[in-house]
């Protein structure tokens, strides 16, 4: 048997992890690679996290850990850019409203023109794929974040 076929992801305990990075980890990571959520849009988007007056940080282990969250947003908006955005399945959108540019969930569904049932149906899937999607780019991206992932525990099959 297929091997991804016995790993059961636990939707609802994954997209929780996905929000709590969002709220809780995400503008931690911002803060210390010198980054605004706006800078995700920008072309100009520097992925070496070393951000100060000068362009220089002269501690290492400043810089040290500057790069690391640099990496660690790189790869968040990586993976944003990597997510579905279909007009059926417009997750890269979704993510990068709510989390990126702070719109309230109404404002969203209204612009994207969907009822509010149905809306929140695409966020939690879109937050699903950002999951799965991460851990490619967290790795490309050479990012230190965790899993966001939270799998079925195996339960034994009975004889």
């Known amino acids: 048997m297929n091997l ?8 609802a305990a994954t997209v929780k992890n996905v929000k ?3 709220t809780n980890d995400f503008e931690h990571y911002l803060n210390l690679s010198g980054k605004h959520r706006t800078d995700l849009a920008s072309p100009t988007f520097d992925a ?3 951000t100060n007056h000068s362009g220089v940080n002269h501690q ?3 810089m040290s850990i500057n790069i690391d969250a640099g990496n660690c947003v790189q790869a968040v908006n990586d993976t ?3 997510c579905t955005n279909t007009r059926d399945m417009p997750y890269a959108t979704i993510i990068y409203y709510y989390y990126i540019k702070r719109l ?3 404002k969203i569904y209204e612009r994207l023109g969907y009822q509010k049932a149905q809306y929140y149906r695409l966020k939690s899937s879109a937050l699903l794929e950002f999951a799965e999607r991460l851990d490619y780019w967290r790795q490309q991206d050479q990012a ?6 939270v799998y079925e525990k195996n339960k034994p099959v009975m004889q």
Do not use: T
């Open 20 to 22: 709590s990075f969002f």
């Open 60 to 62: 290492e282990q400043n």
């Open 104 to 106: 309230d969930d109404y």
């Open 4 to 11: 991804l076929k016995q790993v059961k992801l636990n939707k």
């Open 48 to 50: 070496s996290g070393v």
């Open 144 to 149: 230190d974040l965790p899993d966001l992932r």
């Open 80 to 82: 944003i850019a990597n």
